[in-house]
């Protein structure tokens, strides 16, 4: 059943669920729609950003943007 905004406000301000009252399946997360940005490296920094990327079990793509991320914070 629809609430009024400043319900659905007050629920939310007071830590109450509010699953009920979301269509999850329309939700967006803003800013986080992938650009694709091309990058050139030596060699060598390949090599070991794969080396590292492989000792944490992770791609060499997650372990750019993890520390990309890191810094930007």
Request: proline residues 5%.
């Amino acid at each position: 059943m629809p609430i009024k905004a400043a319900e659905f406000d007050r629920l939310f301000d007071g830590g109450g669920d509010i699953s009920e009252h979301v269509d999850w399946g329309k939700a967006v997360r803003p800013n986080r729609e992938p650009r694709r940005v091309n990058v050139d490296f030596p060699a060598w920094m390949v090599d070991g950003l794969d080396a590292r990327a492989a000792h944490l079990g992770i791609t060499r793509q997650a372990l750019i943007k993890m520390w990309i991320a890191e810094k930007l914070e």
